[in-house]
T-cell receptor, first 117, second 113 residues
Framework: GAVVSQHPSWVICKSGTSVKIECRSLDFQATTMFWYRQFPKQSLMLMATSNEGSKATYEQGVEKDKFLINHASLTLSTLTVTSAHPEDSSFYIC?????????????FGPGTRLTVL | SQELEQSPQSLIVQEGKNLTINCTSSKTLYGLYWYKQKYGEGLIFLMMLQKGGEEKSHEKITAKLDEKKQQSSLHITASQPSHAGIYLCGADERGNQGGKLIFGQGTELSVKP
């Protein structure tokens, strides 16, 4: 149990285009999902916290108009990188929490590697 | 804000040797998580510690949280090539943070056969 999937696993796009990344909790309902970004050889940096049915909470320095987050259901959150630029190239990982009785645990997706040309 | 520092940053050991990775927090830890990551992949949950002095083991990996709840160690006994990867400690920030985690910078482990 407690499986989180991400789609796509990798994407290459041209500068200026928008890219949507999906994060799904496959066998549990996630009240909260988190989006992280990881640059090569660096740790994960939290970008935003996403709660179902409400606006996402962004970390300081993260542009909310550039990284659009939608948490439409208890099993799906999406991150859209708008007008992507080469500096947005990174590894994006989501996590989900909210499994009954294990609310303190977070389960991570496999990540999405974004390359912007 | 809370910061986590891991040591060492990288580690190369011979197969069969024991090793320890440390995670030190600038503030009291209310929840300490250990994850393993292979480069370019997601995080695999290893263990979570919450109580001072708590110790958990899974197969050949043991994690401890000190009594003061500001430091945790991850110990691997008789390391194998399958243990290679990046080990990350994460802390659950207390307060109305909604359970968001902050992470240490990671420790890259290589195991030489």
């Amino acid at each position: 149990g407690a499986v989180v999937s991400q789609h796509p696993s990798w994407v290459i796009c041209k500068s200026g285009t928008s890219v949507k990344i999906e994060c799904r909790s496959l066998d549990f309902q996630a009240t909260t999902m988190f989006w992280y970004r990881q640059f090569p050889k660096q740790s994960l940096m939290l970008m935003a916290t996403s709660n179902e049915g409400s606006k996402a909470t962004y970390e300081q320095g993260v542009e909310k108009d550039k990284f659009l987050i939608n948490h439409a259901s208890l099993t799906l959150s999406t991150l859209t990188v708008t007008s992507a630029h080469p500096e947005d190239s990174s590894f994006y990982i989501c996590s989900a929490r909210g499994l009954a009785g294990r609310a303190n645990e977070q389960f991570f997706g496999p990540g999405t590697r974004l390359t912007v040309l | 804000s809370q910061e986590l520092e891991q040591s060492p940053q990288s580690l190369i050991v011979q197969e069969g040797k024991n090793l320890t990775i440390n995670c030190t927090s600038s503030k009291t830890l209310y929840g300490l998580y250990w994850y393993k990551q292979k480069y370019g992949e997601g995080l695999i949950f290893l263990m979570m510690l919450q109580k001072g002095g708590e110790e958990k083991s899974h197969e050949k990996i043991t994690a401890k949280l000190d009594e003061k709840k500001q430091q945790s160690s991850l110990h691997i006994t008789a390391s194998q090539p399958s243990h290679a990867g990046i080990y990350l400690c994460g802390a659950d920030e207390r307060g109305n943070q909604g359970g968001k985690l902050i992470f240490g910078q990671g420790t890259e482990l290589s195991v030489k056969p």
